[in-house]
């Protein structure tokens, strides 16, 4: 049961110090309460608060970081609906090679060089998953280890045989990888193995089976696991990720509290594609797929962007002065907020329009044109400062500027607050940014 802010406030040390940034302990209590602090921002807390508030603290699906170089955190998930509050952690996307495919080394280029860009935002592959299909302990390890070394990514290795799963895991130890398939029968083995070398586990099988391996498990002292349902069809898949997810957040089941894995590989591509849909929709951890392939990807990623975008954080451009085209110092001059929708479909149009310009963007927390305004994000003075600490002045002779049709009634104190400048209304709508472009040059 969470602790209320009265609750906590009475296991912290009283004496307003304010060292949390907080004004009182009783204010840091409510923010611990709410999730918007850590206790660590307390120096002074007592091993009892510690203890007591740590546990309190633990996200009900435990949060794990795969990878050494780069890093994908899983888990960490509190809320059954994006809309009660956010999703934490992205659905890994992980690509599978198996270690008898001759085509290996192309594939691991090609995940190694995969990126998307969406609204602003690199979206990447997270993990490679390396199948035994050889036979052969030494060739799975020796692909294991190439993986790693091109891709940097995290490894989720399948074997039926242990002593691969051994030989690969020592290979690429330390990497923070995953061991697939791990059952009561190769439980004891893969758990040495996983102690010694950092790796994850991936608990295989039935939900009851699971459920003893991790209550056991946890128990023992090893928490860093990921669950691995047996299902085949689409609805028990479905079935099993969110039974799993509404124990662990609505009844507190601490041995379903971890994030899942799942091969999909049904063999064909269309059922593959909505099995993938269903792990990014329904709680996945990390979705294997069967292969590489561009035109699948584009969907899942695009799709996991949208899933897991913070609907309490609009997306953001950095704030700064973007080059549209190849501006020069007489070129247009626009301003418009660092929301990335408001960016992309702002640029689009002068991008369209066929010229180059300057394209102000200050800092405006990812608000739209009327909400910034309203919030007093996307004032005259704002901009005029922005502008003048972003020395716009000395990049350009132009002494115009173009802001949103929405803020024409910020035009008298821009203009108040840039001498020199003088401000002009742009349309409201961006489709007609095009044919105000071409007036405006007439
Ligand atoms: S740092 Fe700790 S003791 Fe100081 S005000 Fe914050 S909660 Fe209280």
């Given at each position: 049961?969470?602790?209320n802010?009265?609750?906590?406030?009475?296991?912290?040390?009283?004496t307003?110090?304010?060292?949390?940034?907080?004004?009182?302990?009783?204010?840091?209590a409510?923010?611990?309460?709410?999730?918007?602090?850590?206790?660590?921002?307390?120096?002074?807390?007592?091993?009892?608060?510690?203890?007591?508030?740590?546990?309190?603290?633990?996200?009900?699906?435990?949060?794990?970081?795969?990878?050494?170089?780069?890093?994908?955190?899983?888990?960490?998930?509190?809320?059954l609906?994006?809309?009660?509050k956010?999703?934490?952690?992205?659905?890994?996307?992980?690509?599978?090679i198996?270690?008898?495919?001759?085509?290996?080394?192309?594939?691991?280029?090609?995940?190694?060089?995969?990126?998307?860009?969406?609204?602003?935002?690199?979206?990447?592959?997270?993990a490679?998953?390396?199948?035994?299909?050889?036979g052969?302990?030494a060739?799975?390890?020796?692909?294991?280890?190439?993986?790693?070394?091109?891709?940097?990514?995290?490894?989720?290795?399948?074997?039926?045989?242990?002593?691969?799963?051994?030989?690969?895991a020592?290979?690429?130890?330390?990497?923070?990888?995953?061991?697939a398939?791990?059952n009561?029968?190769?439980?004891?083995?893969?758990l040495a193995?996983?102690?010694?070398?950092?790796?994850?586990?991936?608990?295989a099988?039935?939900?009851?089976?699971?459920?003893?391996?991790?209550r056991?498990?946890?128990?023992?002292?090893?928490?860093?696991?990921?669950?691995?349902?047996?299902?085949?069809?689409?609805?028990?898949?479905?079935?099993l990720?969110?039974?799993?997810?509404?124990?662990?957040?609505?009844?507190?089941?601490?041995?379903?509290?971890?994030?899942?894995?799942?091969?999909?590989?049904?063999?064909?591509?269309?059922?593959?594609?909505?099995?993938?849909?269903?792990?990014?929709?329904?709680?996945?951890?990390?979705?294997?797929?069967?292969?590489?392939d561009a035109?699948?990807?584009?969907?899942?990623?695009t799709?996991r962007?949208?899933?897991?975008?913070?609907?309490?954080?609009?997306?953001?451009?950095?704030?700064?002065?973007y080059?549209?085209?190849e501006?020069?110092?007489?070129?247009?001059?626009?301003?418009?907020?660092?929301?990335?929708?408001?960016?992309?479909?702002?640029?689009?149009?002068?991008?369209?329009?066929?010229?180059?310009?300057?394209?102000?963007?200050?800092?405006?927390?990812g608000?739209?044109?009327?909400?910034?305004?309203?919030?007093?994000?996307?004032?005259?003075?704002?901009?005029?400062?922005?502008?003048?600490?972003?020395?716009?002045?000395s990049?350009?002779?132009?002494?115009?500027?173009?802001?949103?049709?929405?803020?024409?009634?910020?035009?008298?104190?821009?203009?108040?607050?840039?001498?020199?400048?003088?401000?002009?209304?742009?349309?409201?709508?961006a489709?007609?940014?095009e044919?105000?472009?071409?007036?405006?040059?007439?």
């Amino acid at each position: 049961m969470a602790l209320n802010g009265l609750q906590i406030q009475k296991l912290l040390p009283k004496t307003n110090c304010k060292e949390c940034g907080a004004n009182t302990c009783l204010a840091f209590a409510m923010k611990l309460a709410a999730k918007k602090a850590e206790l660590s921002e307390c120096p002074y807390a007592s091993e009892e608060a510690i203890a007591v508030l740590g546990a309190d603290n633990e996200p009900p699906v435990k949060q794990l970081t795969l990878g050494s170089d780069i890093n994908t955190k899983i888990g960490g998930e509190t809320v059954l609906y994006r809309h009660e509050k956010t999703f934490i952690n992205d659905t890994m996307l992980a690509i599978n090679i198996d270690d008898d495919a001759g085509d290996a080394q192309e594939t691991l280029n090609k995940i190694k060089d995969y990126q998307l860009e969406r609204v602003g935002e690199i979206l990447i592959l997270n993990a490679v998953a390396i199948t035994q299909k050889s036979g052969d302990a030494a060739k799975f390890a020796a692909l294991a280890k190439k993986a790693f070394e091109i891709t940097k990514l995290p490894l989720i290795l399948r074997s039926d045989d242990t002593k691969a799963i051994k030989e690969a895991a020592a290979a690429v130890s330390g990497t923070n990888s995953v061991i697939a398939g791990v059952n009561k029968d190769n439980v004891d083995e893969l758990l040495a193995c996983a102690k010694e070398h950092s790796m994850i586990l991936s608990i295989a099988g039935e939900l009851d089976e699971i459920t003893a391996i991790t209550r056991k498990l946890k128990a023992d002292g090893f928490n860093n696991m990921v669950m691995q349902f047996e299902a085949d069809s689409l609805a028990a898949t479905f079935q099993l990720n969110s039974i799993a997810r509404i124990a662990a957040i609505k009844d507190n089941v601490k041995e379903l509290g971890y994030a899942t894995l799942k091969f999909v590989d049904t063999g064909d591509e269309l059922t593959d594609t909505v099995m993938a849909i269903n792990e990014i929709e329904k709680f996945g951890g990390v979705c294997v797929l069967p292969k590489f392939d561009a035109a699948q990807l584009v969907n899942l990623m695009t799709l996991r962007l949208n899933i897991y975008t913070d609907p309490q954080k609009p997306i953001q451009m950095e704030p700064k002065i973007y080059p549209i085209g190849e501006p020069d110092r007489n070129s247009m001059v626009f301003v418009t907020t660092n929301f990335s929708l408001t960016y992309f479909i702002v640029s689009g149009e002068i991008e369209n329009s066929g010229i180059s310009a300057w394209l102000v963007v200050p800092e405006c927390e990812g608000f739209s044109v009327l909400t910034a305004w309203s919030a007093g994000k996307f004032s005259g003075t704002s901009i005029a400062k922005f502008i003048k600490e972003a020395d716009l002045e000395s990049m350009v002779d132009t002494r115009t500027i173009s802001i949103p049709g929405y803020v024409a009634q910020i035009s008298g104190e821009l203009e108040e607050a840039l001498p020199g400048w003088k401000v002009a209304v742009a349309p409201q709508e961006a489709a007609d940014i095009e044919s105000y472009i071409k007036a405006f040059n007439r």
